[in-house]
């Protein structure tokens, strides 16, 4: 067996992963000269291809997020509509996750699913192998998404939190309104 680190290396050295700009025009996303456009621009920005194609407008987040997970062969997930446990919290730290934008989603034996910003960041990946002991699996989703997956794990808001906002008010009992009701009676 190979660790994923070296799969990507030997893919990466033998030319066999598609390119990003390659990916994007066979799905249509984006055009021939965009991605020139792009490629030219990219070194003035100092921004990966994805990022620059984002901003010059030509491509939007999400879209970008699927051919890179395409050219990855990494999952895309929505985490809005994903549960995930609160004991996740212990298994990997606040600090940790918001430095590289990476929330734990799920735990199945020492299998741990992570999704990270930027899923081709093998250094992280291998740092969390290191100190968690468990086998990475690497997904992705939008970055508002994963930032807002951090903040529900690490900041739970508790069921009687959420409760306490309903409390029990009684009223003063108004004379002003008593009169008005006799007097209409």
Same mark, same amino acid.
């Given at each position: 067996?190979i660790?994923?680190?070296?799969?990507?290396l030997?893919?990466?050295w033998?030319?066999?992963?598609p390119?990003?700009?390659?990916?994007?025009i066979?799905?249509g996303? &984006?055009?021939?000269?965009?991605?020139?456009?792009?490629?030219e621009g990219?070194?003035?920005?100092?921004?990966?291809?994805?990022?620059?194609? +984002?901003?010059?407008?030509?491509?939007?987040?999400?879209?970008?997020?699927?051919?890179?997970?395409?050219?990855?062969?990494?999952?895309?997930?929505d985490?809005?509509?994903l549960? &995930?446990? =609160?004991?996740?919290?212990r298994?990997l730290?606040?600090?940790?996750?918001?430095?590289?934008v990476?929330?734990?989603?799920?735990?199945?034996g020492?299998?741990?699913t992570?999704?990270?910003?930027?899923?081709?960041?093998?250094?992280?990946?291998?740092?969390?192998?290191r100190?968690?002991?468990?086998v990475?699996?690497?997904?992705?989703?939008?970055?508002?998404? &994963?930032?807002?997956? +951090?903040?529900?794990l690490?900041? =739970?808001?508790?069921?009687?939190?959420?409760?306490g906002?309903?409390?029990?008010?009684?009223?003063?009992p108004?004379?002003?309104?008593d009169?008005e009701?006799s007097?209409?009676?």
């Open positions: 067996l660790t994923r680190r070296q799969l990507h030997v893919l990466e033998a030319n066999k992963r390119k990003l700009g390659e990916v994007l066979k799905s996303a &984006i055009n021939d000269a965009q991605l020139q456009f792009a490629l990219q070194g003035r920005l100092g921004l990966p291809l994805g990022e620059t194609l +984002i901003k010059l407008g030509y491509l939007s987040e999400e879209a970008m997020r699927q051919a890179l997970c395409l050219q990855m062969n990494v999952p895309y997930l985490l809005d509509r549960y &995930i446990n =609160p004991a996740l919290a298994v730290n606040r600090t940790y996750a918001t430095r590289h990476v929330v734990p989603i799920s735990q199945v020492q299998t741990l992570v999704a990270m910003n930027d899923p081709s960041d093998l250094d992280a990946a291998d740092d969390l192998a100190s968690t002991g468990c990475i699996r690497v997904v992705t989703s939008s970055h508002q998404s &994963i930032q807002e997956a +951090i903040a529900r690490y900041e =739970p808001q508790s069921d009687t939190e959420s409760l906002s309903l409390a029990l008010v009684t009223a003063e108004d004379p002003a309104l009169k009701y007097r209409q009676s």
